[in-house]
C-alpha cells in the first residue's frame, strides 16, 4: 500500500535529480536517522548537535506536546502520558502485553480489535501512532539538512520480529508520511555498515563468515552472515523480540525493591525512580567494580559480583540462541571469523565477555554500537532510490520464524521454514474432509511450535464457492509468498474449479487499512482534497514508470517476442494511457488503465524476464564462475 | 509463473545427480545481483512482482538442487516419479535392521552417563549410512534404473530424518 506520494501536488520530481534517501533505526530506546553523503554514512543530528533521538513520545490533552530529550524530561513527573519502550508493544494483543508483566507503567484500553492502547490525557493511542510521532520527527530532521523533501527511507527492525511486528512498523511510517523503500533487518544493517568498509583494504576474493550479536533496548538479535564480494548472504538468525537492556534494568529494579523491603503495589512514579536508579547503576559499574545508590531515601550498595548474578540468566538466554543460530547455519563456531557487536546494551562489560567466550574470539566493536545500524540502513536506502549503482552490493535475508497452516487437531503444517532466504513462495495441496463441504477456513501462523496455540495467529480467511464434491477428493492450493521485506501474502485455490480467495496478510492486532486512511486525512486540514490530488499524483508517477519502462522494452524486444495482433493491442492501450495520463484528473480511471496494461503486458514482461535470465548466465563460463 | 523451466535449466546446468555446489553458489548470485526485487525498487509496480516471482523461484531452486535429498526427490520428479505423490517404504530388509538398531541406540544415547558424545559418535555413523544411500542412489539413477533409484530415495529420507532427528536431540541438550 502506498498512499502517499512524496513531492507535494504539482511539483513532479525530476527523474535524473538526486533523490533525498535516508536510512532510519527505530530503536526501543532511542532512535536514529542517517544519510550517504559523500559516499560516506552520516548520522543526521538534531539542531543542539545531538545524534539520538530518545524514542520518548508526551501526550497533553491537545496531543503530542514534545518528541525526544524534552519528552524524557517528563519520565518521572509525567509517567502516564509520557511514552517510552514502545517498541516492545508494536504488533503486539494485550495477552503479549500481560506477558511483559508490570514492565510498563501504562494503562491500557483495548479496541475493538483487540489492538491495545494507552490512555493517555489525550485519549487512548495505539503504539503505531506512537511510533509514527518518533518517525515523523526523524523524518524532519532529514528534511531540515536536504532543505527539501524526503524521497524514502530504508527502516530497520530486529531480524527476530514477526509478521505482525514488521506489519505494524510499515504501518507507522506510512502514517508518517514516509515512503518505506524496504524493512531492513537490524545486524543485517550492521553488517553492511562493517562489511563495506573491511572490504575497502581486504583480500575481496574470500568469503567470510561473521556473526552479528545485536542487544538493544529491548530486542536481541543474532545473524550469522556470508560475506563474498558485496554480496550479504545471510544464512540464519535468532533472537527474542522481548528480550534487551530494559530486562537487565528491571532485573536489578527488582533486586532494588526486595532490598528496600517495597511489597506493596508501586506506582508508576515509584517505578519510574527505581528503573532510572537502576539504568544508572548498570551504566556505572561498566566503569568501577562497585557503585553507592541514593534511592528513595535509602543507601544501598551494589557490587559488580552482584549485578553479574542479576543479569547472567538473561544473558545466557541470548547464547542459546547463539547457538542455536550457528547450528541452523550449518557451520562450526570455529570457522565464524569475526563477530560483531551492536547495539546499546553491548556496551556492558560482562555482555562482551560472554560473547567472546561463546564464539572463542574478541568481539569487534570498532564502530559506535547506537549508530552502526543507521549508518548501514543509510547505504542500502543509497542504492534502493537509485543514487548509487547497485551492482556491487546485495543483500540475500532470511525469514526468523516458520510460517504454516493450521491442520486438522489443532496443528501446524509448515510451509516455509525458519532461515529460508526471501523472497520465497511455497505452494502446497490440502483437501476437504466432509462430503459436500463447499467452504475452507484457512488459518496462518507463525512460530516454530507443533502446536496452533503455542504459535503466533497472523490471519484468518475463508474460501467460499468449492464445488461439492466426496471428502477429500477437492484440491485446495495454498500459496505463501514473502516478499523482500519479510512481509506474507497468502492466497487460496480450490485446482479443478478455479474458485480463488487470497490476502494480504494483516495481523490481528494491526491496524486495517482504513484506519489508515482515515488517520491519514484527519492529520490534513483540507484532507478530501489533498488525498485525492496525492492518490492523483501518485497515480501519474505510476502512469509515467510504465510509459517509459514498456515503450523501452518494446523498443527493444517488442519484434522479437511479441507477435503483431499482441504488439499492436499493447501500442494501442499505451497510447491511450498517456491521453488518460495529460487529461484525466480521476485517479481511479487511471489507476484502472494502468492495472489492465499491466495484466495484459505480464506475458510480455514474463518473457523478457527468461530472455534476460539467459543473458545473465551467458559468458558466465564454467573457469569464470570459478574464478568469480 | 515466468520461468516455467526446470531448476536445472534456470541455473543453465545439466539435469544430473553429480553436481560441483561452489559452481551452483556462483551462478546463484550472479542470477540473484540480476533479478533480487532490490534491483526493481525503481520500476513500475508489475516489474517489481515479477521479480518477486522471478527471485522466489531462484531462491526455491538454488535451495532445492543445493540438498541431496531434494535435490534427487526432484531429479526423479522429473523422471515421473513423484515421491510427493506416492509414499514408498523400501522393501530393503538389510537396510531397515539397520535403521532400526540405530533408532535404538538413539533412545539409548539420550539415557547414557554423556549423552553428549553418545550423539557425536551416532552422527558419524548416521552421516556414513546416510552418504552410503546417497552413492546407491547415484548409481542406480545413472544407470536409468529409475525403480530402484525410487527405492533408494526412500532410504535416503528415512536417513535424513535420522540425521535431523540426532541433531534436534543435541540442539535440546546443549540449550539445557
Known sequence: MALLQISEPGQSPQPHQRKH???????????????????????????????????????????????????????????????????????????????????????????????????????????????????????????????????????????????????????????????????????????????????????????????????????????????????FEVLATGGDSALGGDDLDHAIANWLCSELGMTHDLDPVEQRVLLETAKCAKEELTETDKVELDILDAKLVLTKDQLHELVDGLIDQTLSACKRAIRDAGVKVNLIEEVVL????????????????????????SLDPDLVVAMGAAKQAEVLIGNKSAD????????????????????????????????????????????????????????????????????????????????????????????????????????????????????????????????????????????????????????????????????????????????????????????????????????NQIESIGKSSEDFAARRMDVSIKQALAGLSLDEALDK | MSIAKNFFEIFSLPASWELDQSVLDKKFRTLQLTFHPDRYANKNDFEKRLAVQTASTINQAYETLSSPLLRAQYLLKLEGFDADQESHITSDGQFLMQQMLLREALSDAKDCANPKDALVALSIEAQQAAAKIQSEFAQYFNTKEYNQAFDALAKMQFACKFVSDISRLEAELEEL
Open chain 1, 21 to 231: 534517501a535516508v536510512g532510519i533505526d527505530l530503536g526501543t530506546t532511542n532512535s536514529l536517522v542517517a544519510t550517504v553523503r559523500s559516499g560516506s554514512a552520516d548520522i543526521l543530528p538534531d539542531e543542539q548537535g545531538r545524534n539520538l533521538l530518545p524514542s520518548v513520545v508526551h501526550y497533553e490533552a491537545e496531543g503530542v506536546s514534545c518528541v525526544g530529550y524534552e519528552a524524557a524530561e517528563h519520565n518521572s513527573s509525567d509517567p502516564l502520558n509520557t511514552l517510552t519502550s514502545i517498541k516492545r508493544l508494536m504488533g503486539r494483543g494485550l495477552d503479549d502485553i500481560k506477558r511483559l508483566g508490570n514492565s510498563l507503567p501504562y494503562d491500557f484500553a483495548a479496541d475493538e480489535g483487540g489492538m491495545p492502547k494507552i490512555k493517555t490525557a489525550h485519549g487512548p493511542v495505539s503504539p503505531i501512532q506512537v511510533s509514527a510521532e518518533i518517525l515523523r520527527k526523524l523524518a524532519g530532521r532529514a528534511e531540515l539538512a536536504f532543505e527539501g523533501m524526503l524521497d524514502g527511507a530504508v527502516i530497520t527492525v530486529p531480524a527476530y520480529f514477526d509478521e505482525a511486528q514488521r506489519q505494524a512498523t510499515k504501518d507507522a511510517a506510512t502514517l508518517a508520511g514516509i515512503k518505506v523503500l524496504r524493512l531492513l533487518n537490524e545486524p543485517t544493517a550492521a553488517a553492511i555498515a562493517y562489511g563495506l568498509d573491511a572490504e575497502e583494504n581486504e583480500d575481496t576474493s574470500a568469503q567470510r563468515l561473521i556473526a552479528v550479536y545485536d542487544l538493544g533496548g529491548g530486542t536481541f538479535d543474532i545473524s550469522i552472515l556470508r560475506l563474498s564480494k558485496g554480496v
Open chain 1, 392 to 591: 556491487d552490493m546485495l543483500l540475500l535475508d532470511v525469514i526468523p520464524l516458520s510460517l504454516g497452516i493450521e491442520t486438522m487437531g489443532g496443528l501446524t503444517e509448515k510451509l516455509i521454514h525458519r532461515n529460508t532466504t526471501i523472497p520465497v513462495a511455497k505452494a502446497q495441496e490440502f483437501t476437504t474432509f466432509k462430503d459436500g463441504q463447499t467452504a475452507m477456513s484457512i488459518h496462518v501462523v507463525q512460530g516454530d511450535r507443533e502446536l496452533v496455540s503455542d504459535c503466533r495467529s497472523l490471519a484468518r480467511f475463508e474460501l467460499r464457492g468449492i464445488p461439492p464434491m466426496v471428502a477429500g477428493s477437492a484440491k485446495i492450493q495454498v500459496s505463501y509468498q514473502v516478499d523482500a521485506d519479510g512481509l506474507l501474502n497468502v492466497s487460496a485455490r480450490e485446482l479443478s474449479s478455479g474458485v480463488e480467495s487470497s490476502i494480504e496478510v494483516k495481523p490481528s492486532y494491526g491496524l486495517t487499512d482504513n484506519e489508515i486512511t482515515q488517520m491519514l486525512q484527519d492529520s490534513f486540514s483540507h484532507a478530501r482534497d489533498d488525498m485525492r490530488l496525492r492518490a492523483l499524483r501518485e497515480q501519474q508517477v505510476e502512469a509515467d514508470r510504465m510509459l517509459e519502462d514498456l515503450r523501452a522494452a518494446i523498443d527493444k524486444d517488442g519484434e522479437s517476442l511479441l507477435d503483431t495482433t499482441e504488439l499492436k493491442c499493447l501500442e494501442v492501450a499505451l497510447d491511450e494511457l498517456q491521453v488518460l495520463r495529460e487529461s484525466c484528473d480521476d485517479h481511479r480511471q487511471l489507476a
Open chain 1, 342 to 365: 551492536v547495539g546499546g546494551s553491548t556496551r556492558m562489560p560482562r555482555v562482551a565477555q560472554k560473547v567472546a567466550e561463546l564464539f572463542g574470539r574478541q568481539p569487534k566493536c
